[in-house]
């Protein structure tokens, strides 16, 4: 399977803590990217990173890329109850526009008052 | 922003009965849309490429007389589930790029399937 691996399975914690979670893929990458899925819903495009960047923010977003490692991290700054959701790292393949998405298995985040 | 519309957003089915599942895109156009399928707490799995005017590409172990496809517009493609039996029951969910493709893919909010 080329499906990519995400660990920790689920993360819970407290609001206002940090939440990182983490990616690892296979193959080698156009782009990655980050989506949220909260509970029996759609995918919601967080940030995407491309092969040739290191690190990029948006909002208390960040995400890291290390393509020698072929690994990548999602840290979630200041959280609120309301990032309770799964989190998902998806992978584009090295070619064309419409390449499909490889995702990862997930990590649950949960969010506590 | 990009938004795809997926209809129905739940569905109830009796066994042997074939379910049709609309994926549209309301204000950009897509030549390919993606369909998924997603079991209770697990990732999403990739089924099938739909390419608008042309045949779906399908993922191996994909039935496509099964999950049949269609993308007649650039702004519609459809999943039928045909003969459904319990074991389809799932989350379906597409997904589309703008014709620029640029940035991330839109997905439509899914569909939970239930074959009873």
């Known amino acids: 399977s080329q499906q990519g691996e995400e660990d920790p399975q689920a993360l819970s914690i407290q609001e206002g803590e940090n939440a990182t979670m983490n990616c690892s893929y296979k193959?080698?990458?156009?782009?990655l990217q980050w989506y949220r899925q909260n509970s029996g819903r759609g995918l919601v495009h967080l940030i995407l990173i491309r092969s040739n960047e290191r690190e990029k923010h948006s909002g208390r977003l960040r995400v890291t890329l290390d393509t020698s490692k072929k690994s990548s991290s999602l840290l979630i700054t200041a959280s609120r109850a309301a990032d309770t959701a799964s989190y998902f790292c998806?992978?584009?393949?090295?070619?064309?526009?419409?390449?499909?998405?490889?995702f990862g298995t997930g990590t649950r985040l949960q969010v506590t008052l | 922003g990009a938004v795809v519309s997926q209809h129905p957003s739940w569905v109830i089915c009796k066994s042997g009965t074939s379910v049709k599942i609309e994926c549209r895109s309301l204000d950009f156009q897509a030549t390919t849309m993606f369909w998924y399928r997603q079991f209770p707490k697990q990732s999403l799995m990739l089924m099938a490429t739909?390419?608008?005017?042309?045949?779906?590409?399908?993922e191996q172990g994909v039935e496509k007389d099964k999950f049949l496809i269609n993308h007649a517009s650039l702004t519609l493609s459809t999943l039928t589930v045909t003969s459904a039996h319990p074991e389809d029951s799932s989350f379906y969910i597409c997904?589309?790029?703008?014709?620029?493709?640029?940035?991330?893919?839109?997905f439509g909010s899914g569909t939970r399937l239930t074959v009873v």
């Open positions: 997904s589309a790029r703008d014709r620029a493709g640029v940035g991330g893919y839109t």
């Open positions: 739909s390419n608008e005017g042309s045949k779906a590409t399908y």
């Open positions: 193959t080698s990458i156009n782009n």
């Open positions: 998806a992978t584009a393949a090295l070619r064309g526009t419409a390449s499909k998405l490889t």
